[in-house]
T-cell receptor
Framework: DTGVSQDPRHKITKRGQNVTFRCDPI?????LYWYRQTLGQGPEFLTY????????KSRLLSDRFSAERPKGSFSTLEIQRTEQGDSAMYLC?????????????FGPGTRLTVL | LAKTTQPISMDSYEGQEVNITCSHN???????ITWYQQFPSQGPRFIIQ???TKVTNEVASLFIPADRKSSTLSLPRVSLSDTAVYYC??????????????FGKGTRLHILP
């Protein structure tokens, strides 16, 4: 399968713990995005990378959130000191840079539950 | 970033054509209009994209009037498997623009037998 993969698919943690999610984009895609989605809402943009550079971060991304994309390949999203409000589906997507904006390919998501 | 407004939900029957209209009054000159589909517990999936007039692919058609302040996604002969949330997005990624897309709440389409 050459699509976007995310790991783990589900994560249950206790409030105050740190969690890390991984996203493996489609190999030739230079752009990688992170979104968060809560029930009944559309995905909310968190941040995106072009190659290894993090080009934009949403105001939703508090200091407890950090994302990396070393070497411009896979990416990790870490949430420190999790809160119950962090419970959501975390989606990763990748695309090729271009005009018009190229299709974003989404992974299956990581569902986080903070108890 | 141009905001979009679309109906919260729609019902239709199998075999019917479904049209979902999206308003984007402050669309910018270099913004494109893109539609995504999302099934429960899955990530969104690209359906179609356009800039002006009409675009058609094997899944849907996208109608964009001359003023580009709205767009209509047309799904021909829907089936039960078309039940999903449909998002209208407006944005232009690339040089000189914000490089993110904003999802609204989408339109929940429910196809009835």
């Amino acid at each position: 399968d050459t699509g976007v993969s995310q790991d783990p698919r589900h994560k249950i943690t206790k409030r105050g713990q740190n969690v890390t999610f991984r996203c493996d984009p489609i190999s030739e895609h230079n752009r990688l995005y992170w979104y968060r989605q809560t029930l009944g809402q559309g995905p909310e943009f968190l941040t995106y990378f072009q190659n290894e550079a993090q080009l934009e971060k949403s105001r939703l991304l508090s200091d407890r959130f950090s994302a990396e994309r070393p070497k411009g390949s896979f990416s990790t999203l870490e949430i420190q000191r999790t809160e119950q409000g962090d419970s959501a589906m975390y989606l990763c997507a990748s695309s090729l840079d271009g005009i018009p904006p190229n299709e974003q390919f989404f992974g299956p998501g990581t569902r986080l539950t903070v108890l | 970033l141009a905001k979009t407004t679309q109906p919260i939900s729609m019902d239709s029957y199998e075999g019917q054509e479904v049209n979902i209209t999206c308003s984007h009054n402050n669309i910018a000159t270099n913004d494109y209009i893109t539609w995504y589909q999302q099934f429960p517990s899955q990530g969104p999936r690209f359906i179609i994209q356009g800039y002006k007039t009409k675009v058609t692919n094997e899944v849907a058609s996208l109608f964009i009037p001359a003023d580009r302040k709205s767009s209509t996604l047309s799904l021909p002969r829907v089936s039960l498997s078309d039940t999903a949330v449909y998002y209208c997005l407006v944005g232009a990624m690339g040089m000189n623009r914000d490089d993110k897309i904003i999802f609204g709440k989408g339109t929940r389409l429910h196809i009835l037998p």
